[in-house]
């Protein structure tokens, strides 16, 4: 055996000599390009694969091509308030996931499993059934699955993970809770990981925590722009589709990076808002040192400054 190996030795050394004088490239090399190629090919085919976009293009360059379709995404808002919303936000990324399954014509018929918190429940309710059909979402395709407890709510997103037989899980907990901590998220990071399945975690009114997360989001609602008319000019005084701020907070590259999307729910799309910008630190204090006017009874908006005042001369 060790006589055959250095005779194959020496031919592919002459073959290479001969190839030298002749100029022609060395085989041993074209062949080693040939697999770094397919290499190569292999592993962006699966690196695509993998991955589902927003379909903007700024946005997808920031997370690397889009979200993992076997991994663990998460969404969290920082009030309860705006859990409507994060609730739309991933209704609409479900909606792409399921319409962007490529050449498995089956993924588009497999349903949504939406795990709830019960006092999630009680506080914002669960998904209108028919307004899923704003989002490319039919209501049979999502599953509800409303357990008392914690430890029922894990175990039925590892369950659902496992079998396979779900496009996506949805995973909604409210605030931080202490059983479901960096442990708990890694344990569920690897079972969508092994099962090649996305697990979405829906975080109320809870605080950046360390987690397994591949991307982390913090959602809210932005004001909605004018109807765009077919010529692409804005109808005045109508009032467009939903609006949503996302500050990405967790991510291989520099965070937090802040964007404004809007979704089309005719053609089930992204589109970018506004630029994507770095968010600016708001300092405490006012340019005016007055007192602010009463704060509005139905709106959430902080209210407005009433300016500097002026002391007038008295008339008498």
């Known amino acids: 055996m060790a006589e055959d190996a250095t005779a194959q030795e020496r031919l592919f050394a002459l073959r290479e000599t001969i190839a030298r004088l002749e100029g022609k490239a060395l085989p041993a090399m074209a062949a080693a390009r040939q697999a770094d190629a397919a290499v190569a090919a292999e592993g962006a085919a699966a690196g695509s694969s993998n991955r589902f976009c927003f379909g903007v293009q700024e946005v997808d360059c920031l997370l690397d091509g889009g979200l993992p379709r076997d991994g663990l995404t998460e969404v969290r808002t920082q009030l309860f308030r705006d859990s409507g919303a994060a609730t739309a936000l991933l209704l609409a990324l ?29 506080e914002a309710g669960l998904p209108y059934a028919l307004g899923l059909r704003e989002f490319g979402l039919r209501p049979d395709q999502l599953l509800f699955a409303l357990p008392r407890k914690l430890e029922d709510a894990l175990w039925i997103a590892e369950l659902a993970l496992a079998s396979r037989a779900l496009a996506a899980t949805i995973l909604e907990v409210r605030g931080n809770l202490p059983g479901f901590g960096l442990t708990e998220s890694r344990r569920l990071a690897l079972r969508a990981k092994a099962a090649g399945r996305p697990l979405f975690v829906l975080r109320h009114a809870g605080e950046e925590e360390a987690s397994s997360a591949a991307f982390r989001f913090r959602a809210e609602p932005a004001p909605a722009l004018e109807r765009r008319l077919p010529d692409g000019s804005m109808l005045g005084g109508s009032l467009g589709h939903p609006v949503f701020r996302l500050t990405l907070e967790k991510s291989r590259n520099p965070a937090p990076l802040s964007f404004t999307l809007e979704w089309n729910s005719r053609d089930r799309q992204f589109l970018l808002a506004r630029p994507a910008v770095l968010p600016v630190a708001v300092t405490p204090g006012t340019a005016y040192p007055v007192d602010r006017s009463p704060a509005s009874v139905d709106r959430p908006d902080r209210p407005a400054q009433v300016g500097s005042l002026l002391a007038f001369d008295r008339a008498s």
Do not use: H, N
Not at 98 to 115: F, H, N, Q, Y
């Open 94 to 122: 479900t909606s792409r996931l399921m319409g962007s399954s490529g050449k498995d014509e089956k993924a588009t018929g497999e349903p949504v499993l939406w795990i709830g918190d019960t006092a999630c429940v009680q």
